[in-house]
Nanobody, 120 residues
Framework: VQLQASGGGLVQAGGSLRLSCAAS????????MGWFRQAPGKEREFVAT??????YYADSVKGRFTVTRDSAKNTVHLQMNGLKPEDTAVYYC????????????????WGQGTQVTVSS
């Protein structure tokens, strides 16, 4: 398994969750990594992507979500604060050598999804 996502769950609006995406060493060291989400009945939506020197966020999560890299564990975290019911979705981590491919949902590597549910 190249990418392994975890950390989803049920939280009340305004709460926080931290998702994690464990990657193989090769991917973590050499690829951009990012997050997508898909809500029921909606298209998959870009959330964030990070390389070693820059991180991009969707406008819908900017200021609330933060991506960090843990080099000791080859893991990328998505810290989600101020969660809203509209953040409810299955969250997927992704990796690719090109950031643009992640941002447009065409990443080479995908992890399994992890469900995030935000109650109002």
């Amino acid at each position: 398994v190249q990418l392994q996502a975890s950390g989803g769950g049920l939280v009340q609006a305004g709460g926080s969750l931290r998702l994690s995406c464990a990657a193989s060493g090769r991917i973590f060291s050499n690829y951009d990594m990012g997050w997508f989400r898909q809500a029921p009945g909606k298209e998959r939506e870009f959330v964030a992507t990070t390389s070693w020197d820059v991180t991009y966020y969707a406008d819908s999560v900017k200021g609330r979500f933060t991506v960090t890299r843990d080099s000791a564990k080859n893991t990328v975290h998505l810290q989600m604060n101020g969660l809203k019911p509209e953040d409810t979705a299955v969250y997927y981590c992704a990796a690719d050598s090109q950031r643009s491919r992640i941002m447009t949902g065409r990443a080479t590597f995908w992890g399994q999804g992890t469900q995030v549910t935000v109650s109002s």
